[in-house]
T-cell receptor
Framework: GENVEQHPSTLSVQEGDSAVIKCTYSDSASNYFPWYKQELGKRPQLIIDIRSNVGEKKDQRIAVTLNKTAKHFSLHITETQPEDSAVYFCAASTPGGSYIPTFGRGTSLIVHP | DSGVTQTPKHLITATGQRVTLRCSPRSGDLSVYWYQQSLDQGLQFLIQYYNGEERAKGNILERFSAQQFPDLHSELNLSSLELGDSALYFC????????????FGPGTRLTVT
């Protein structure tokens, strides 16, 4: 099955800095890569996603890049703010009967004011 | 608010007991997914139902079972509970089995003592 590795497990930045979280996946058939933000005790919320026919997608301060050849994808957050502090999960979905995501272990992002 | 509801929010029970977690998907969504989130295992897919039928199975223990009812709400039954079953249980929903986006509910925190 699919295996997703996520790094780093913890990321500490100063407000205004950029943050980058990286994920690798194992199944070359995976074609959908969502990113979720989870605040403490809350539900995971989809913040951005990318499909395998696209190399980059941007939404205001967040962007995701995908390198299908290397089987890795990254989340970029620019001009970080304290409210960006949360755990971020990447996931990879392989087409089949259903799109079931395999999640990375998460990155705890801490933005210091 | 994602539109997905889960009850109860918290559940404390003893080892060996049985509990039922309930989920109502977003209006119009036919597919329901169950996930377990624990510190050591991360976010793990358990099982998916679509319009009342089981569609995909993940790392779900034999002690766990689920069903989706005609009104599309779903229940996850956990029996012979062990300390290691303590976790956050999330339900998510999507329009169909081939819909990329999943919307998570607020979760049920289960504590087994």
């Amino acid at each position: 099955g699919e295996n997703v590795e996520q790094h780093p497990s913890t990321l500490s930045v100063q407000e205004g800095d950029s943050a980058v979280i990286k994920c690798t996946y194992s199944d070359s058939a995976s074609n959908y890569f969502p990113w979720y933000k989870q605040e403490l005790g809350k539900r995971p919320q989809l913040i951005i996603d990318i499909r395998s026919n696209v190399g980059e997608k941007k939404d205001q301060r967040i962007a995701v890049t995908l390198n299908k050849t290397a089987k890795h994808f990254s989340l970029h957050i620019t001009e970080t703010q304290p409210e960006d502090s949360a755990v971020y999960f990447c996931a990879a979905s392989t087409p089949g009967g259903s799109y079931i995501p395999t999640f990375g272990r998460g990155t705890s992002l801490i933005v210091h004011p | 608010d994602s539109g997905v509801t889960q009850t109860p929010k918290h559940l404390i029970t003893a080892t060996g007991q049985r509990v039922t977690l309930r989920c109502s998907p977003r209006s119009g969504d036919l597919s329901v997914y169950w996930y377990q989130q624990s510190l050591d295992q991360g976010l793990q897919f358990l099982i998916q139902y679509y319009n009342g039928e089981e569609r995909a199975k993940g790392n779900i223990l034999e002690r766990f079972s689920a069903q989706q009812f005609p009104d599309l709400h779903s229940e996850l039954n956990l029996s012979s509970l062990e300390l290691g079953d303590s976790a956050l249980y999330f339900c998510a929903s999507s329009v169909s089995t081939l819909a990329y986006e999943q919307y998570f509910g607020p979760g049920t925190r289960l504590t087994v003592t």
